[in-house]
T-cell receptor, first 112, second 109 residues
Framework: TQLLEQSPQFLSIQEGENLTVYCNSS?????LQWYRQEPGEGPVLLVT?????EVKKLKRLTFQFGDARKDSSLHITAAQPGDTGLYLC????????????FGTGTKLQVIP | NAGVTQTPKFRVLKTGQSMTLLCAQD?????MYWYRQDPGMGLRLIHY???????AKGEVPDGYNVSRLKKQNFLLGLESAAPSQTSVYFC????????FGEGSRLTVL
């Protein structure tokens, strides 16, 4: 069983602060995605990274894929209350493209 | 566009009862997935399908069965429900990005 560990599990910060969420695996990803989920809804895709070392930016969110394609990070600059939610990484492993495994999740609360 | 639709949205079962969750997608996607989400555990893959007539086991398949008789539908069955199957179930379809339904909240007493 391939495991995707996210850290931290919970994060409560003040509006305007920066934060980083990590996603780690012992196996190599063929691609990795980050999703955001709000209460009562299904997850929604934020970004897909494919190439080792890749960095993608989405407004105040910066996503990085590790050089060895075993880890990824999500950095939020100047967090806002609207960023509150559950952040999930999801990986497709080499040799099992169709199977998508999700991480344990990071619950973020941004306090006004 | 409806996207991914799950029915029912809520269900309460007694231990030992059976039920089927229906997932329907209108995006002509080949891949479909069933996940369960428990507090603090993210999403765990139950079963998935890479096309009509095909299914495969995920990480936590025990106690569940699935069928994909039509491309647009993916059914998740519980033959004999147990309290450990109390969870929120999400269906998704995919061509790369996963599109999720709104979830089905199941309680087994």
């Amino acid at each position: 069983t391939q495991l995707l560990e996210q850290s931290p599990q919970f994060l409560s910060i003040q509006e305007g602060e920066n934060l980083t969420v990590y996603c780690n695996s012992s196996s190599v990803f063929s691609s990795l995605q980050w999703y955001r989920q709000e209460p009562g809804e299904g997850p929604v895709l934020l970004v897909t990274v494919v190439t080792g070392g890749e960095v993608k930016k989405l407004k105040r969110l910066t996503f990085q894929f590790g050089d060895a394609r075993k880890d990824s990070s999500l950095h939020i600059t100047a967090a806002q209350p609207g960023d509150t939610g559950l952040y999930l990484c999801a990986g497709r492993y080499s040799g099992g493209y169709q199977k998508v495994t999700f991480g344990t999740g990071t619950k973020l609360q941004v306090i006004p | 566009n409806a996207g991914v639709t799950q029915t029912p949205k809520f269900r309460v079962l007694k231990t030992g009862q059976s039920m089927t969750l229906l997932c329907a997608q209108d995006m002509n996607h080949e891949y479909m997935y069933w996940y369960r989400q428990d507090p603090g555990m993210g999403l765990r893959l139950i079963h998935y399908s890479v096309g009509e007539g095909t299914t495969a086991k995920g990480e936590v398949p025990d106690g569940y069965n699935v069928s994909r008789l039509k491309k647009q539908n993916f059914l998740l069955g519980l033959e004999s429900a147990a309290p450990s199957q109390t969870s929120v179930y999400f269906c998704a379809s995919s061509y790369g990005e996963l599109f999720f339904g709104e979830g089905s909240r199941l309680t087994v007493l």
